[in-house]
Structures are given as structure tokens and as C-alpha cells.
């Protein structure tokens, strides 16, 4: 029925499935439209490894302009021939690196991973996991914005028989300090910080000295007085 599609604001139920109006995304509409870009948030550590992981990640799309989804997610990559991949695995997000899964590549990339990628049994290997995202509970969202990080454990390869996949779990011991944001503002769902404007482009004009994709970075500890930011909340730094 329709209000297992969010009800009339959201979709509506077609032959048993539900079709979301613009701004809705999900199975049931439950998700606001996934962002196009995310980014790692420069007020946190970076994702940090034996090498330079990537800081922006954009939506993967087939030739057509569809998005490409992973159980009912959409996945993210970075630029450049070789690159990392951000996708939901079922119950969690996870980051990987092409070079060192040697199946994943661009040209081919929407085509490999709709048809012949699952999850637990498909043979690669992550470098970070996300904390865990049980459906209908406060973190459960279309993309991984502002989730918890932390790196897997290494893979071992023929753990198990049958040339089965071994399964990486996380290393408690060493959690990641990188957050996604969102990059791509509007004025309804993801909005520029400290008085930003946000254009229609998706972008954020920052009109108070802060900066960043959201305006998110207050201009602290440069010396300079800002009205903006001369305030208890920011020890009177601005």
C-alpha cells in the first residue's frame, strides 16, 4: 500500500514495488535521494594505511546515467585509473583499493560488480569497515555520511576449503578518525554551515570566513578576529 512507500509525499506502490518521487530513493522510499559526492572530512583525520587513500569519491553510474546500487545502495569510487571504492556490503560499508583486487576495473567496473559481484562470496579484499547498519534503526541511511571507520583485519587467503572466500571482520584496535560528509549541499537535506549559501549548482558559498565543500571549517587559530566565530562556543578564537 502506499504508506509501505513512505506515503503520497514519498512514492507509491506499482506492481508490488514502490516508485519514489524526486528527493525519495530506497526500496520502501525511506531514503532522501542518495549525494553524488562524498568526501572526507577535513576537520578529521584522513583514512590513513600503507598508502594515500583517496579524500573524494563520486557516484558510480552506468553509460545510461543510472546509478549503480549494491544491495539497495549506491557505491562511490575515486578518480584515476587506479582507484578505491566505497560500497555496502549487506550490513556494513566498506573502502577497498583496485590495485589490490585485480578483478575491478574501470571500463568494466558497473558491469563486473551488477553482475558477477557478491558480497560474501566474491573474492577481495577491503582495507576499512564501517560500524554496522541494521535496517530501521538511527543509522540506517542510503550512503555512509558520517559513520564510524575502522580498518579490517588482514584477508587470509585460503582460510577455508573449496577455494572458499574468507571473511575480513574489523581490527578494534585500529579505528579510523575519517568521516564522510556530503559535498554536494541543499538547502532541505545536507545545508551549508555557519550561515554558507548553497548554489544551485550544489555547491556552498561561505560568507562568514569559514571554508570547506560545506563551509565547515571555522577560521580558528589564525590570529585574526572574526566576528562570526568570537563566541564561548569557539573558546573566543575567531
Not at 166 to 175: A, E, F, G, H, L
Amino acid at each position: 500500500d502506499a504508506e509501505f512507500c513512505g506515503g503520497d509525499d514519498r512514492g507509491s506502490c506499482v506492481n508490488n514495488r514502490c516508485e519514489c518521487k524526486d528527493g525519495w530513493y530506497g526500496r520502501r522510499c525511506e531514503f532522501p535521494t542518495p549525494c553524488d559526492i562524498l568526501e572526507v572530512d577535513t576537520r578529521f583525520p584522513p583514512f590513513q594505511g600503507t598508502r594515500e587513500w583517496s579524500a573524494q569519491y563520486n557516484i558510480l553510474t552506468f553509460s545510461s546515467g543510472a546509478p549503480l546500487t549494491l544491495y539497495d545502495r549506491p557505491v562511490y569510487v575515486s578518480e584515476g585509473e587506479s582507484f578505491d571504492m566505497i560500497f555496502y556490503m549487506g550490513r556494513r560499508w566498506a573502502i577497498l583499493m583496485s590495485e589490490s583486487n585485480a578483478f575491478l576495473v574501470r571500463e568494466t567496473l558497473p558491469e563486473v560488480l551488477s553482475t558477477d559481484f557478491h558480497a560474501y562470496w566474491s573474492n577481495y579484499a577491503v582495507g576499512f569497515l564501517s560500524d554496522p547498519v541494521d535496517v530501521d534503526t538511527p543509522d540506517d541511511a542510503a550512503t555512509p555520511v558520517g559513520l564510524r571507520w575502522i580498518q579490517a583485519k588482514t584477508k587470509q587467503n585460503g582460510a577455508s576449503t573449496n577455494n572458499a572466500i574468507s571473511v575480513q571482520s574489523t581490527d578494534q584496535n585500529r579505528p579510523s578518525a575519517a568521516i564522510l560528509l556530503c559535498s554536494t549541499c541543499s538547502n532541505t537535506t545536507n545545508r551549508c554551515l555557519f550561515d554558507g549559501l548553497c548554489n544551485d549548482d550544489g555547491s556552498c558559498t561561505c560568507l562568514t570566513g569559514s571554508s570547506g565543500a560545506l563551509c565547515q571549517i571555522p577560521p580558528v587559530g589564525n590570529g585574526l578576529c572574526d566576528v562570526f566565530f568570537n563566541t564561548p562556543e569557539f573558546t573566543h578564537d575567531g
